[in-house]
């Protein structure tokens, strides 16, 4: 039966036990097995220490978080995954148990960060952010229930509870009306920032944060009747080859990071939504050697009024800008969240010198005697200077902050353009909705080249958005009948749509709104040649406008029928 070390040579009898390790335990076990001949545990007259993997566990922590090292150090020895070299011996050595539980904790992880910031982000409307100070990160491990073996031996595995990140030495728990969906921050030791997803959060006594990291999901494209494009193949209204773009680059074996996939996503949606509407002017920017950033900024412009609108465009569509690279927007934003730290400091600071003056303040109405009254008023003086100096060191501050914020926001917009301008200039990959979104859903932290990269191995959603998908039937049907057009474009599209299968992506659509698109069809035609982008943008807008009821029974009698 395993022993515990009492810390003072003695031996006591303890019983093995099974239930999941604490995140102190997690850590420590970790260290020990990476360093199994650094394990010590002793009492001396200079007070008690714990040292693994090179690391003085106890050392300038209060007398909780040291209760809770030794507990946690304890507890290893008791369930057998670490014991004494000898029976008197203060040093220790990892057990071929402890050596199998820590194989389950490779993905523990501790950075020394000194803030966070939780940000929530919404597909409509702008995002949520605080930045709060802390003393660390730690990765958690998942938890998992024990194996099942099934009748044909197969090992089934269930998650108990994800793997998360343990946010250590907050001030106070924060008082949010929102949920988290993203924890960023600057790791000390490597420079570079990590950002995680992360699904709720969760305050753990006395000063922690729990935030479970976010599963992402994501699916390759297959070639079935749900796949927009793969029915106008099998309408004939695109070439087999369109359909093969849509399709996700092979699985890479790396996995990208969920907020990487929500952000390609995001865009994908956005820009399949908003290609009517922006398409053209993008285009034009990609046939023109001489373009510029400003005129990117005003191809993104229509889409602010735009109903699909998410806020993804906001750095495309601001006035002002500045000069920047990737490299500098990260350095200003790691400048902006140390100085929101500091001004939570600096807050606090202030809060507790506030209190010092009013307990003085209290003192002196108090004193009665001329020598005690007289000390006392030198007190409430000093500590009224010294609320006053961190009154004016806050309001600097907060100063600083904004300035820093406007920084940030005209050096984002700058890159953003400038990459986008660069993707279009390179002319390396098609100009497309998806092709663009894997160009940017890492800007402006990163540059297009190295979002394409690390976007191209997501698999694409099968989903073609609605507009895009009209926009994808209109531009073929033009494509393939030009010479024809001239004859009569309406019997034309009249022909072609007739032969989208039934219930395939966009057929309902264009069937019982055909009196609409005839319509604009024969509006624009008039006007000159029929442009794919401007004919779909009409058609949205005069078939999903609200209808009266003489208009639905119009358009009900104008319905295609096969």
Known sequence: MPQAHSGNGARVAFSHTNDDLSPKEIELLWNAAKDPSDILHNITLDGESIRVNGRQFLAGVDARAGAEWVAAFQKLEERGYIEPLSHDSDFFRVTGDGYQAADTLEEFARWDAKSVVLRAHYFRGPSDEITLSC????????????????????????????????????????????????IEFLD??????????????????????????????????SLSADDGRHGLVQADLLPATEELIAAAEPESESRPDGFLVGSRNAWVRFLEQCWPIIGPQILSIAQKPASTI???????????????????????????????????????????DEVAAEILQAAADKDRAANSCADAQAALELATNPKDKELVEQVVQQRKGNLTQLDAKLAELQRTQKELEETLRDQQAYVCRFEMLDFLRAAEHPVDPR???????????????????????????????????????????????????????????????????????GQPFFWENWGDLKSVIEELGNSGPLDSFRLTDMFLKKAMRQKNSLEKLQAESERLRG
Request: glycine share 4%; hydrophobic share 40%; proline share 9%.
């Open 135 to 182: 003393t660390s990160v730690i990765a958690i491990p998942a938890r998992y229930f024990d194996d099942q073996i099934g009748t044909d031996g197969t090992i089934q595995r269930s998650v108990k509870e994800p793997p998360s990140l343990i946010v250590e030495g907050i001030s106070s728990k924060p008082a949010l009306a929102w949920t988290p969906t993203e």
């Open 294 to 336: 400003e005129e990117v900024r005003l191809a993104f412009l229509p889409a602010k009024e735009h109903p699909h609108d998410s806020g993804l465009g906001t750095d495309f569509y601001r006035e002002r800008i500045q000069q920047a690279t990737p490299a500098d927007v990260v350095a200003t934003g790691m400048r902006f």
């Open 435 to 505: 092709h663009i979104a894997n160009a940017v859903a890492a800007l402006p932290r990163k540059n297009w080249r190295e979002s394409f990269a690390l976007c191209s191995p997501i698999p694409f959603d099968a989903y073609v958005q609605h507009e895009y998908q009209v926009f994808l039937v209109i531009s073929a049907i033009l494509n393939d009948h030009a010479s024809d057009l001239n004859d009569g474009p309406v019997e034309v599209f009249r022909r072609a749509l007739l032969k989208l299968p039934l219930r395939s992506p």
């Open 188 to 221: 000390p030791a490597s420079k570079k920032l990590q950002s995680f997803r992360v699904e709720g959060m969760a305050f753990l006594r006395p000063r922690s944060l729990k935030l479970p990291l976010a599963t992402e999901s994501v699916r390759p494209i």
